[in-house]
């Protein structure tokens, strides 16, 4: 027995004695195996012929390599029956977002938030943003970045899809040029950001003028732009109608130089001067297809599979994360909301309205002469006191819904809220509310 016991010893020795990488964990223990993958979360290690464990990151206080270390040849590769096999390559995992629409409100960003945070529970290798929109509320807009600049490290791909606006104006701009890559479908069309306000006119007409706030938003185009490669004067040349350029080549780089500098340039300078100028006096607008010439979108493709093929992920898992039908949902819930308001707002008028004491006729007491005397009632003033109390009441509560429905017209503009006709169905009520306020003020009497 006491042989067989040193055998089976002296065997478990020879076999630690071959695996090389030594994994110190935080409580002092140490895993000595062989690493056979590794990634941010965990390490796999082969610590025998048919064990293999998983040891997650946090757990890991050191790790030692042996750069010689080879299998040995009595150590099969191929696990056997029963035992674990080693970990496959994984997948790669593609989340596609929608941005569609008139970038307008809250809304939108907290559908867009919940689909960013989805897609880093999936840990999405790959979050495409669908752009199609002519552009919006320029506080909107950048939380929307915000959004997807919060993605990383996941790589994150702009593709100008089409559809009802286009292409990716304005707002649409800033976030295309907020992801690492951007991709176009045929037809579409990228640029003219200038954030605009509408004036009025010497005859008194809607204007739209490019706002005094142009310089911070080209900055921060043009930030966008450096920090995901994109060309910065492009960037620029959007929100700037100033700005005009000429492409060159400088070392075999395509570089975008003022027309000024561009004039200026002696023969030997070592640069190329294309024959693409963009004139000063208008907002950049590229196609796609000149958008993609010049340096700004890494390619057009027609469909998602096309998309999917330029980006090497033919065989990644897809997940549509459905943004536009979340978004639509729930502006869907927001007009039925409107409509229980509305519903709310016209029962309260109704019934202030028909409580108005001024409507109805009390029986009142006659002196010994003949006469009624004002602010004698059978009932002491009862009954009226009782119906102006609940006139007030019921005006209080349409102002207070009405207010409701304008504050959620102002922050979702796309629900459509007709201002004028709350704002003077409540200068009614006020008025109503005032004229028996002031009555029941009067200690009782009817004037």
């Known amino acids: 027995m006491r042989r067989n016991a040193l055998a089976v010893v002296w065997t478990c020795a020879l076999a630690i004695a071959c695996w ?15 690493i056979l993958a590794e990634t941010d979360q965990k390490l796999t290690v082969q610590v025998s012929e048919t064990i293999v464990v998983e040891i997650p990151r946090s757990q890991v206080a050191g790790l030692t390599r042996d ?12 696990p056997s029956e029963g035992a674990a096999e080693p970990p496959r390559e994984k997948r790669q995992t593609v989340c596609f977002i929608q941005i569609e629409g008139p970038i307008e409100s809250d809304l939108m960003v907290a559908t867009v938030r919940r689909s960013t945070a989805r897609a880093r529970a999936l840990r999405a290798d790959v979050v495409v943003f669908e752009i199609d929109t002519l552009g919006g509320r320029l506080d909107v807009a950048q939380e929307v970045c915000a959004e997807i600049e919060r993605m990383a490290p996941a790589q994150t791909v702009a593709y100008v899809s089409g559809g009802v606006s286009g292409g990716a104006f304005s707002a649409g701009a800033m976030l295309a040029l907020a992801c690492n890559r951007i ?42 732009a450096e920090k995901n490669g994109h060309p910065p004067e492009l960037a620029a040349a959007m929100v700037d109608p100033e700005v ?37 006096g208008k907002l950049l607008t ?12 890494s390619d057009v493709v ?21 943004t536009a039908q979340s978004l639509a949902e ?32 009390y029986k009142r007491l006659t002196k010994r002469n003949g006469f009624r005397q004002t ?6 003033g009862h009954l009226w006191r009782q119906r102006s109390l609940a006139c007030i009441e019921a005006a209080d509560a349409c102002l207070a819904v009405a207010r409701e429905k304008l504050v959620l017209g102002r922050k979702f503009p796309e629900l459509g809220v007709e201002s004028k006709a709350v704002e003077l169905l409540m200068q009614q009520m006020l008025a109503l509310r005032e004229r028996v306020a002031s009555e029941i003020g009067a200690n009782g009497s009817e004037r």
Request: charged share 25%.
């Open 183 to 224: 991709y176009m479908a045929p037809g579409t069309a990228i640029g003219a950001a200038a954030p605009l306000v509408v004036v009025l006119d010497a005859a008194r007409r809607p204007v739209p003028v490019i706002d005094k706030a142009a310089s911070a938003i080209s900055a921060r185009m043009r930030s966008l």
């Open 302 to 322: 027609a469909t998602r599979r096309e998309l999917l093929a330029a980006l090497g992920l033919a065989t990644a898992q897809v997940t549509d994360l459905q």
């Open 286 to 297: 590229l196609t796609a297809l000149e958008a993609h010439r010049l340096g700004l979108a």
């Open 330 to 361: 729930a502006r869907d819930r927001r007009q039925a909301y409107l409509v229980k308001l509305d519903g709310q707002i016209a029962a309260h008028a109704a019934r202030a309205r028909a409580l108005d004491p001024a409507a109805f006729k």
């Open 375 to 380: 602010g004698d009632f059978e009932d002491e």
């Open 244 to 280: 005009e350029l000429r492409e060159a080549k400088a070392d075999g780089r395509r570089v975008f130089l003022s027309v000024q500098k561009a004039a200026a340039l002696q023969p030997s300078a070592g640069i190329t001067l294309g024959d693409w100028t963009h004139p000063k």
């Open 67 to 78: 750069p010689g270390y080879q299998v040995p040849s009595r150590v099969s590769t191929r």
């Open 20 to 34: 090389a990488d030594r994994v110190v964990l935080t409580d002092g223990k140490v895993i000595v195996g062989k």
